[in-house]
């Protein structure tokens, strides 16, 4: 009985190191094929419009209402210390220096990582991947390594937006609704940002996300079993992983560099 | 090699051609199932072989190890003067160059237009302009017999076009050597003519090595210079015809059960109540 | 493969609208000057800096010119404040620089006061004159003193 569960325990922990070296030789092909030619400019634009623009929408809106959200709550709290000027400042900061970069990589993975293991998972399925290989295309080339560089360069981009909407969002119902002075609501922002600490750990942060999250979805999608079932596993998958890790590499982050 | 007593005759025969693909000794396993148990065959230079067995049988399988997407436990496959099974990521790469593939499903890119995954691997592999891909891709689409395609997406052709559209892109590249798994799967009986006589047609225009699987024993039996045929994880080959009147147990169940044994054709008329299409004998 | 210049018009407006945020965000709200290659850097030197701190603000006459880069502590344990100003603007070899505080509990900041000098600083100089940071508690405590027991002095 003692010795089943240790069996098991042995096979659990065999299988979870032949894995996470699996997913480091992936990583390994994946980097190489970044910096191997040619350089897929087309594909790369691609899946830019694939995860970036298609998940504008979804990432404004949802920046716009978290800011609205800060604005009402900030403001409640404020209010008790007679502090309603820093409200700028609670909204900015909250916004860059967390909410924004990991709000957005839970969006991100929600609405194109799992569309990308989905995809991947699909045309490992129908044998797309062996296509390519057949025609002496390595498909880490040319599918999986533009969509990871695609999200590594988008997810900056999109915290970003996110965080403009957000600070937006603050702004109507802070100054609109509640009456706070605009001018003060600015100057709190413009006084208590820092461009090395808040705003380059902002983009640091949406960058490791952006890494995490594209190489997750790839992996997923790659190493799928060729069937529906396996499409589906890899994209709950994709979507688990991505979004604990992003959690908890957030906080080793912030409690490493204070960003 | 497992040979009947007309098999070392059958031997005799292929050897007449030269080998274009020699398989030594092959073992796979896939956890407990064997698929291959010390397979050895060889498939003639710029013939049709049709690679027979049950489902499961790794027939599959077998197209894949030789395309290098596959790796075997044991044993050799030679394509002309080269080893397959030992080659690197890289080497694998450029070696399926010389090897053209049609999937069962297309396996086209359904992000892509017929005409952009038609003239894929010219724009990876090749220096041509855009007048000359669009020529070329266009030669291969009459050779195929596809019009109107260009503009469409994989996902809204037919089966018949779809395998066309395979075709064309496996052998774009002007490999060597085709590979074809199941052309034949989904079609209808008029399709099923039609897709046989382009392959047949393919391989008489450019001279191309057909390694095909089927289970569709009309057509086998109509296209096939070789039959290689899998059984227990080995192969018996032989020239059709001598497949087709040898007196092997196991082919001769396979070949009734197939309604395709000229030996009992008597029998199975009578069973089946349905009387037998005139093309099944020519 | 093919091209459609619609998406890639919208993938291009999308990067330029993203790195616009982040400009936004860096330039407008965190405050990153370019000052351009021939950034001037001052020094002054402070018996007392109060709360004063890197990235502070610069001002000649109320209007922002530069920031302040480092503060380091020299030999003689008085404070050495770098500043970064506009490299096109000329700072008079006289003039002085102060530490005020804005409003009664606000940031510290520096301010420059141009002399009359025909001559300019150049980086590297140091600005002749400063006025330390005034304390508030201290303020308050020398008034209390005073008040309280004058036989001190």
Known sequence: MFRSHVEKLGGRTIAGISRLGQFTTFAGVLLDCLITRPFRGRRLIDEVYTIGVLSLVIVCISGGAVGMV?????????????????????????????LGPVLTALLVTGRAGSAIAAEIGAMVATEQLDGLRMMSIDPTHYVAA?????????????????????????????????????????????????????????ITKSLVFGILVGMISTYRGYTSAPNAAGVSAATTGTVVVASVLTLIVDYIITALWGV | MSMTEDGTSLRRNTEEVPAHVDILNLRLH????????????????????????????????????????????????????????????????????????????????????????????????????EDEIRETVQHQFTAVGLKNVDQL?????????????????????????????????????????????????????TGVTILMTSHHMGSTMRMADQVVFLVGGAAICGPT??????????????????????????ELYLDSGFPRHEEEHS | MSKSPVRDLIVGLFVIAGFTAIAYLSVSLGGLTYTGPGGLFLTAKFDEIGGLAPRAQVVVGGVKVGQVTAIDLDEDYRAEVTLEV??????????????LTAGVLGDQYIALEPGGSDAMLQTGDEV?????????????????QNFGGGDDE
């Open chain 1, 146 to 202: 533009p969509k990871a560089a695609a999200m590594v360069l988008t997810m900056p981009l999109l915290s970003a937006l996110f965080i403009v909407c957000g600070i937006g969002g603050g702004y109507v119902v802070g100054v609109q609704f509640l009456g706070i002075d605009p001018g003060s609501y600015l100057k709190g922002l413009e006084g208590s940002i820092k461009f090395s600490d808040d705003v380059m750990g902002s």
């Open chain 2, 241 to 266: 015809k001598e497949i087709q009147t040898s007196v092997d147990p196991r082919i001769r169940s396979f070949l009734r059960a197939s309604g395709a044994d000229p030996l009992s054709e008597e």
């Open chain 1, 70 to 98: 800060l604005g009402l709550q900030g403001y409640t709290v404020l209010t008790r210390f007679g502090a309603e000027e820093a409200l700028g400042s609670f909204v900015g900061l909250t916004l860059i220096r967390e």
């Open chain 3, 128 to 144: 002749p004159y400063t006025q330390s940071a005034i304390i508030l508690e201290r303020l308050i405590g020398k008034l209390v």
């Open chain 2, 30 to 129: 896939f956890g407990d199932r064997t698929v291959f148990d010390g397979l050895s065959c060889r498939f003639p230079q710029g013939k049709i072989t049709v690679i027979l067995g049950a489902s499961g049988g790794g027939k599959s399988t077998l197209l894949r190890t030789i395309a290098c997407l596959q790796q075997p436990d044991w044993g050799d496959i030679w394509v002309g003067d080269k080893e397959v099974t030992s080659m690197h990521r890289h080497q694998a790469q450029q070696f399926r160059r010389r090897i053209g593939m049609m999937f069962q499903g297309g396996a086209l890119l359904d992000s892509l237009t017929v005409y952009d995954n038609v003239s894929l691997p010219l724009r990876e592999h090749t220096k041509m302009t």
């Open chain 2, 153 to 205: 997406l994989p996902g809204q052709l037919s089966g018949g076009m779809m395998k066309r559209a395979a075709l064309a892109r496996a052998m774009i590249l002007e490999p060597e050597i085709l590979l074809c798994d199941e052309p034949f799967s989904g079609l209808d009986p008029l399709a099923v003519r039609l897709i046989e006589n382009l392959i047949v047609e393919t391989n008489q225009r």
């Open chain 3, 86 to 99: 506009n490299g096109n603007l000329a700072v008079p070899e006289d003039s002085s620089a102060s530490i």
